[in-house]
């Protein structure tokens, strides 16, 4: 068994002794293999040392493509022993020698760096790489990757037991270490730390958190790299939610506020993205009194993926909003997202539109927003019609029969010979729901030219869905409503000349599915 382990060693140290980098590349790949012969103890003993020494002395081997991207294949090799902690964990860095890392001294090396680190806190053992010196030299050298996760290596180990984490934590961000960090003028540590803002207030009192964690904050909000401003729009979330609603409007507030005036388009970006969780942090006494103006600024945004995130978010913090406010901020700004040249940004507006209207009074839903709504049905890209065509049933039970107006049902029946298939089937099943809702009389005086049009149909699914909504209305109607209404225009449709069979078989469907129906 010793032999085959000294074997396997001199194997590898063979091959990564050969000049040719294909054989250094194929001998990483074999790590794994080698971990699994020689064992923990010997891993740990010999395998690390001796490749963060050959990392050191080959560098041009590190400068190839090759190594590099086998280097990066392969770190973490050890992490696939599962039944081994100890040796997983040893194993770690096996694959990604930190000598590398840390003589490369650019982004790459620190990023490789600290995904091996996190790797080895998941398996639950990171002390066995602080005690190996290949991994302490970066933890308390001077040396790029060492400052840029000292954030990581500090909750490595408290933040998996919850009983330590918020002495340790307070002691790191109290320290000022970690606004010194907070300071450095490489833009990735920077980025490092805004990443870790969030959590580290998840481990401190609240009364820490503005003392010693929102100033750091509001540094990183005016970073010059909009990359971190960005990371920051989440850790100001994070920050709003745990601290009260009055410390919140306190401390939170001009933060926020200052970033939704970001001139970087990506950090406009993620304020949408992020407002509706903002706003049910704040509450919806600041967000009418504060943010609702703000947010309306998003709408008319020069970006079309602000727009479009805006539009979208909008939907999901009308809880949050007042009436009042919906009707005189948000609406006006509406009309002029309908002639939006992104149709990303009217897809967006049919969906939100629709969650407006149940959000506000019936009076001004029926005045200023089913005219939107007629319009969208009539927009030339699909993609908005369905989104209306997805929402609008709760607008129509919401507002009753006075939904159904002339314009909107000939929107309905032009929609009823759109091309695509997809519309149209979306108009079948929205029309068989409205006649169940507003009953018998309705359907006859609206809607049922243009329900029936589902048995010339070219498509199956079209009408396979017309024949279930047939069935439908057949046990809401009942059989009165079959023998009088409906069979009549089915039976007229099948002896109907010309009539293609497929149109008559789905005649003969529709009323198969009636035999069972109840007086």
């Known amino acids: 068994m010793v032999e085959d382990h000294i074997d396997a060693m001199e194997l590898l140290k063979e091959e990564l002794s050969n000049d ?27 395998l ?48 990604g020698p930190v000598q590398h890392c840390r003589d490369r001294g650019a982004r790459a090396g620190g990023e490789i760096l600290v995904e091996d680190w996190r790797s080895a806190d998941q398996l639950g053992h990171p002390e066995h790489l602080c005690a190996h010196g290949c991994a302490t030299r970066y933890h308390g050298g001077s040396s790029l990757p060492s400052v840029l996760h000292r954030p990581h290596l500090h909750l490595l180990q408290p933040l998996r037991k919850p009983e330590r984490s918020h002495a340790k934590v307070k002691l790191f961000v109290s320290g000022r270490r970690f606004g010194e960090l907070c300071k450095e003028e490489t833009p990735l540590i920077r980025k490092t730390c805004a990443s870790t803002l969030g959590v580290f207030a998840e481990h401190m009192e609240k009364e820490l958190i503005v003392s010693d964690l929102i100033p750091s904050l509001k540094l990183l909000i005016t970073d010059e790299q909009d990359s971190i401003r960005m990371i920051c729009v989440g850790a100001t979330v994070s920050i709003a939610k745990i601290l009260p609603k009055d410390e919140s409007k306190k401390v939170m507030l001009p933060i926020t506020l200052q970033i939704f005036e970001d001139k970087s388009w990506k950090v406009r970006l993620a304020i949408a993205k992020n407002f509706p969780e903002l706003a049910g942090a704040f509450g919806k006494d600041i967000v009418d009194g504060n943010l609702v103006t703000k947010f309306s ?47 990303n940004v009217r897809a967006g507006l049919a969906v939100s539109l629709c969650s407006i209207c149940t959000a506000i009074k019936k009076e001004v839903a029926i005045a200023k927003l089913l005219p939107l709504l007629v319009d969208l049905l009539k927009d030339e890209h699909h993609e908005v019609k369905m989104g209306v065509l997805a929402g609008i049933q709760p607008v129509a039970n919401f507002i009753g029969p006075e939904f159904i107006t002339s314009s909107m049902l000939m929107s309905f029946s032009n929609l009823m010979k759109d091309q695509k298939w997809r519309v149209r089937n979306a108009v079948l099943d929205l029309l068989g729901n409205l006649a169940k809702e507003f009953g018998k009389d309705f359907y006859a005086k609206n809607i049922e030219q243009i329900f029936l049009q589902f048995l010339t149909d070219a498509v199956a699914a079209v ?36 009539q293609g069979y497929l149109y008559r078989v789905t005649a003969l469907k529709s009323m198969a599915v009636l035999v069972f129906v109840r007086r």
């Not at 990483?28 to 923990?40: D, E, K, M, Q, S």
């Not at 409906?486 to 099948?494: C, G, S």
Request: some cysteine; glycine content about 6%.
């Open 20 to 46: 040719e980098i294909p054989y250094k590349v194929n001998a990483i790949h074999r790590l794994p293999t080698v971990i699994f012969a020689i064992g923990p103890i010997q891993t740990h003993d010999k």
């Open 463 to 498: 009408r396979d869905t017309g024949i279930a909504k047939v069935e439908l209305l057949a046990n809401t109607f009942k059989a009165d409503w079959v023998l009088k209404v409906y069979l009549p225009r089915a039976i007229e449709a099948f002896n109907k000349d010309k």
């Open 297 to 343: 600024l998003l709408l008319k945004d020069d970006e079309a993926d602000v727009r479009t995130a805006a539009i979208i978010a909008l939907k999901s913090c009308l809880k949050n909003i007042s009436a009042d406010k919906i009707q005189t901020v948000l609406i006006p700004q509406l009309g002029d997202l309908m002639k939006d040249s992104s149709f």
């Open 48 to 95: 690390i040392p001796f490749i963060d020494c050959t990392s050191a002395r080959t560098r041009s081997f590190n400068s190839q493509g090759g190594g590099r991207g086998a280097l990066r294949d392969r770190r973490g090799a050890g992490q696939d022993l599962r039944a081994d902690r100890e040796q997983a964990a040893a194993a770690a860095f096996a694959g």
